[in-house]
């Protein structure tokens, strides 16, 4: 049996005590105060979108295709690349929810619209599929979808791509409204 060591902790007055487990780190209470640094630095978070002033992103036909999100709403820990390789990469292990939301056009229907998360450069899940039949065609689509995924805290980079088949240019709307973004954050370290 292994032997667990312990400190005490006795109210000034002698009365009444807590007893808690001889480690490092910090112990809260309810009369505990966090700060934001501290919420920062330990909760990965990121929110990232197509901004108005970089314009609709073209995306090739029946390609996936990665989702360029070039603007940090947020990006607690700073895992985010929003300006070359617009990849989520913590360095904290765990388990992680990411979310993708994507406006796809195409100039006169769209076909088919996939949302995919890539993990390590490679596609680890097509996390959301619309095809639109006849008689509805439409030219544009509104896709959203999440999961969970993990990430070893080292290597593991995220990407969130797109893939849409239809008539004419496709691409993703950009703009002020937020209608196309990747976000995500830590939801139980490993």
Do not use: C, W
């Amino acid at each position: 049996m292994s032997e667990i060591l312990v400190n005490t902790i006795k109210k000034a007055d002698g009365t009444g005590s807590i007893t808690v487990p001889a480690e490092t780190g910090t112990v809260l209470t309810s009369a505990s105060t966090i700060s934001a640094s501290q919420v920062t630095e330990s909760v990965p978070a990121f929110q990232a979108y197509r901004s108005s002033g970089d314009g609709d992103q073209t995306i090739p036909g029946a390609t996936h295709t990665k989702m360029q999100m070039t603007t940090e709403e947020f990006d607690f820990g700073g895992f985010y690349d929003a300006t070359t390789n617009y990849r989520f990469q913590p360095t904290i292990a765990g388990y992680y929810y990411l979310g993708v939301s994507a406006k796809a056009k195409a100039a006169t229907n769209v076909n088919q619209a996939v949302l995919s998360i890539f993990k390590n450069g490679s596609m680890h899940s097509n996390i959301f599929q619309v095809d639109p039949a006849s008689p509805y065609v439409y030219n544009k689509v509104q896709l959203h979808a999440g999961m969970m995924v993990y990430a070893n805290g080292s290597t593991d980079y995220f990407e969130a791509y797109i893939y849409i088949d239809g008539s004419g240019t496709k691409y993703i709307e950009g703009g002020s409204t937020r209608s196309s973004g990747f976000y995500g954050y830590l939801v139980r370290a490993a």
